[in-house]
C-alpha cells in the first residue's frame, strides 16, 4: 500500500511538470514594434532580422511587425520568415494603418507569423511568383474537349485540375512558392486553401474577408487596440505553448538605425545607378589627369559602394552591359572625330540599358522610376552635345603653338635684303628668306617655315612691325 502511495505522488508530480514545461507562464516584457514600409529588400530584411534578435535579448514579450509592402525579393523574405520562425519570442504581423496591404512576400510573412493581424481598410494576397527577367506565362488555351463539354453540358460540377502554365520554369516556381505557403498555413493553422489559391491565382482579400475565411486572427484599429484584443492569446514558440500578456505591455519602437537607413539608401535602384556612374567617371578623370587624388577617391568609393548595391539587388546583366557600352561610347566622343555618332549612340544605349537595368516584380517593385530614366537620357545627350560643340570651337579656334604658331605671325626686317636676311617675329630673331625685296623696319608676314629658317613676304596692310 505504501508502495502504490508513493508512485502515485511520483505519477501527479511528474503530470504537474509535465503541463508546467507543456504551457509556459505569460511573458510580462515590453512588445518591440518593428515598422516594414515598402518593398522587401536585403536592407529590410537586415532591419527586421536584427530587431526580432534584439528584441529576444531585451525578454520582449512580442515583437509586432507593422507591415505595408507591396512585396519584394524572394530571398529577402524567406530571411524574414527563417528568423520569425526560429524567434524565440512571438512575432505578430500587423498590416497596418488603414490602407496598407501585404502583397506579394508580404503574405507569407504574414502566414509564417505567430498572430497574424490586419486594420479596418487594408488587404493581402497577390502571391504568385514572378520570374526576374522571365515573362509570364500566358493563360493556357482551352481544348477541343473542354469547349464540347462546356456545349454539352457534360462536366458541369466535377472539378478540372488545375491548368499547367506552359512555362516550365514558372509552373517550378508557382509549385514550390505554393507548397512553401502551404506548410506555413499548416504550422500555423490558417487557411490552406486560400493561401495556394493566393499563389496560383494570385487573388487577394479585404480585412473583413481575411478575418472571416480565417486568414488571420485579429482586424485591429491600431497597436493599442491589437495589444488589448491578443491579451491572453495562447501560441506556440519553439514548441511550447505561451501565453501572450500584452494588455499592460510598455510598447516600445525599434526605428531603423543608420546602418539600416544607409543599405536602405544604397540599395535603391536610382542611386545605385548614380554611384556606378559617379565611379566611373571619376577613375576616367584621374588616369587623364594623374594626381588630381580627389576624383580618383570619390571615384573608387562611389563604385565600390555600386557593386554593393548591385549584388543586392535584381540586376538584369543585360541592361548593365548596355550601361557601361553607352557610358564608354560618350568618353570615346571626347577623343574620336565622329561628330556626334558615338556620343548619340551611346545616350540612347545609356538610356536603354537604365530602362532593363533592374528587374521588378509586376509592380514594379525595384524598378526605375520613368522621370528618372528621362532625365538621365536628357543629361546623357546633353554632355554629347556640349562635347561636340566644344570640339567644332576647338577646330575653328587658331593655333596658338607649335610651329603653325608662325604662320601669318607679323614682324619686321632688321636689314635690307632681296633673298635671305635676318627679321624680328614675336620678340625673337629669325633667319628669313623672301621673294620680293625687304627694307630695314619695313613689316612683313611669315608664309611658312622650314627648320629654322621663316619663309616671309612684305605685309600689304603696311604698319610697324612687331
Not at 504551457?23 to 537586415?46: E, I, K, R, W
Not at 505595408?68 to 500587423?94: H, Q
Not at 501572450?244 to 510598447?251: G, H, M, P, R, V
Not at 633667319?431 to 613689316?443: D, N, P, V
Amino acid at each position: 500500500m505504501r508502495n502504490f502511495q508513493i508512485w502515485l505522488v511520483a505519477l501527479l508530480m511528474s503530470m504537474a511538470w509535465g503541463a508546467g514545461a507543456a504551457s509556459a507562464p505569460a511573458a510580462s516584457g515590453p512588445v518591440f514594434v518593428l515598422s516594414l514600409n515598402g518593398a522587401v529588400s536585403p536592407a529590410t530584411a537586415d532591419y527586421v532580422v536584427r530587431g526580432i534578435r534584439k528584441s529576444a535579448e531585451r525578454n520582449a514579450a512580442l515583437v509586432v511587425l507593422k507591415m505595408d509592402t507591396p512585396g519584394g525579393l524572394d530571398t529577402a523574405m524567406r530571411s524574414i520568415i527563417k528568423e520569425i520562425l526560429a524567434s524565440p519570442v512571438p512575432v505578430a504581423t500587423f498590416v497596418a494603418p488603414s490602407g496598407a496591404r501585404a502583397a506579394s512576400a508580404g503574405t507569407y510573412i504574414l502566414y509564417a507569423s505567430h498572430v497574424a493581424a490586419m486594420a479596418p481598410g487594408t488587404n493581402l494576397g497577390a502571391a504568385t511568383p514572378v520570374a526576374i527577367g522571365v515573362p509570364g506565362p500566358s493563360s493556357p488555351k482551352p481544348s477541343a474537349t473542354d469547349d464540347d463539354d462546356k456545349k454539352s453540358g457534360r462536366g458541369q460540377g466535377k472539378q478540372k485540375p488545375a491548368a499547367v502554365p506552359e512555362d516550365t520554369m514558372k509552373a517550378k516556381m508557382v509549385n514550390d512558392a505554393s507548397a512553401y505557403i502551404r506548410g506555413l498555413a499548416q504550422l500555423r493553422g490558417r487557411n490552406m486553401e486560400w493561401a495556394e489559391q493566393a499563389v496560383r491565382e494570385a487573388v487577394s482579400l479585404s480585412a473583413a474577408e481575411a478575418l472571416k475565411l480565417k486568414v488571420v486572427d485579429v482586424v485591429a484599429q491600431d497597436v493599442p487596440a491589437l495589444l488589448q484584443q491578443i491579451d491572453g492569446r495562447k501560441v506556440t514558440v519553439q514548441g511550447v505553448e505561451r501565453s501572450l500578456a500584452t494588455a499592460q505591455a510598455e510598447t516600445v519602437a525599434l526605428d531603423p538605425d543608420w546602418r539600416s537607413e544607409l543599405l536602405a539608401v544604397i540599395a535603391n535602384p536610382g542611386m545605385a545607378l548614380i554611384l556606378m556612374m559617379i565611379g566611373i567617371y571619376g577613375l576616367i578623370f584621374e588616369f587623364t589627369s594623374p594626381g588630381t587624388v580627389g576624383p580618383g577617391v570619390v571615384g573608387g568609393i562611389c563604385l565600390l559602394l555600386a557593386a554593393y548595391a548591385f549584388q543586392l539587388l535584381p540586376v538584369n546583366y543585360v541592361g548593365l552591359g548596355l550601361i557601361l557600352l553607352g557610358l564608354a561610347f560618350i568618353i570615346a566622343e571626347a577623343f574620336l572625330p565622329s561628330f556626334g555618332i558615338l556620343g548619340i549612340g551611346g545616350a540612347v544605349a545609356l538610356t536603354i540599358g537604365a530602362v532593363i537595368l533592374f528587374d521588378g516584380d509586376a509592380s514594379g517593385t525595384f524598378a526605375l522610376p520613368l522621370p528618372f530614366v528621362v532625365t538621365l537620357g536628357a543629361v546623357s545627350s546633353a554632355l554629347v552635345f556640349a562635347t561636340v560643340v566644344f570640339a567644332l570651337r576647338a577646330r575653328r579656334r587658331p593655333v596658338v603653338s607649335g610651329s603653325e604658331e608662325m604662320i601669318g605671325a607679323q614682324g619686321i626686317a632688321l636689314d635690307d635684303f632681296d633673298k635671305e636676311g635676318w627679321v624680328r617675329v614675336a620678340g625673337e630673331r629669325w633667319c628669313a628668306t623672301t621673294t620680293g625685296a625687304l627694307r630695314r623696319g619695313q613689316s612683313l608676314r611669315v608664309k611658312s617655315r622650314t627648320g629654322l629658317t621663316l619663309v616671309v613676304e612684305p605685309d600689304n596692310q603696311g604698319g610697324n612691325g612687331i
